[in-house]
């Protein structure tokens, strides 16, 4: 049972969380965050697992997706809840390992799997969707197109991690250590505008704002019978996740050794 304050709590549970948030300006998990808080300071004074929330809130994400593939309109309204739900459950169940010391590799491997799982049927359930709606089958295969796209993102985001495993680059990391600082940049008006639209493309092919665009999309078709809105929904999220792909995967084989020493540097110089 947490004898801090809620101020020290939310340091152990979300201080380190929200740090790297803040320095990567992923602002899209603001409001799962602000709610987890207050559900993590309840279920931390019962015996649930963290692994528990980690599987519970993965079923609960399926059965919303499932809910939105075959539903009528209320159940597609139920559904996107159920999304927002397990959302929320992703940010809980770190918060839950972090305090009660659960953090393991176990509960990395539930979580990275529920992602996969709830990524693979992510697109699939909104195309399906749409395909009962129009009897159009091209839109289930746009919702598979899009899922490659998607699960090929993550991968190639991640890939820098998979490199320092096994790579061997503890060298190259002691002899680039000390480099020389970086000089102050005459560009930082056009640095400021990437900046900005690296920002935009990550939260935009992030699932919680799909599901925001999506949802909202949907409210559109109930209450104003607006099919067109989901059928240019998914058309473009085919070619802007078709864009991200091929422009991740050439910026990273570009970067991929200096990406690489940034995990060895965290890993092992920042962290001696």
Avoid at 82 to 93: G, H, K, R, W
Avoid at 115 to 139: A, D, K, P, T
Avoid at 184 to 197: A, C, N, V
């Amino acid at each position: 049972m947490p004898r801090e304050s809620f101020k020290e709590f939310r340091q152990i549970t979300q201080g380190t969380k929200l740090e790297k948030r803040r320095k990567k300006k992923d602002w899209w998990h603001w409001i799962y965050t602000f709610f987890s808080r207050y559900i993590t300071w309840i279920l931390v004074k019962t015996p649930i697992t963290a692994n528990f929330i980690t599987l519970t809130g993965l079923l609960i994400g399926l059965v919303g997706l499932f809910l939105i593939g075959i539903g009528n309109n209320i159940f597609i309204i139920i559904g996107f809840i159920l999304l927002y739900i397990y959302y929320v459950s992703d940010e809980v169940d770190g918060e839950v390992a972090r305090y009660k010391k659960q953090t393991s590799l176990r509960g990395i491997y539930y979580d990275e799997i529920g992602h996969l799982f709830f990524q693979g049927w992510f697109f699939f359930s909104f195309g399906y969707s749409i395909y009962r709606i129009n009897s159009e089958f091209l839109y289930i295969i746009l919702a598979f197109i899009a899922t490659f796209f998607l699960i090929g993102i993550r991968t190639v985001r991640k890939i820098s991690i998979i490199a320092f495993a096994k790579g061997d680059i503890k060298n190259k990391g002691e002899s680039k250590t000390d480099s020389t600082e970086e000089t102050p940049s005459k560009k930082s008006f056009i640095k400021g505008i990437k900046s900005i639209s690296i920002n935009l493309v990550n939260a935009f092919s992030h699932t919680h704002m799909i599901t925001t665009m999506f949802f909202i999309g949907f409210l559109l078709y109930i209450f104003f019978e607006m099919v067109w809105v989901l059928e240019f929904l998914i058309i473009s999220y085919v070619l802007f996740l078709l864009l991200v792909f091929l422009t991740f995967m050439i910026l990273k084989s570009r970067s991929i050794e200096k990406d690489a020493l940034k995990q060895y540097e965290k890993k092992f110089l920042e962290n001696p």
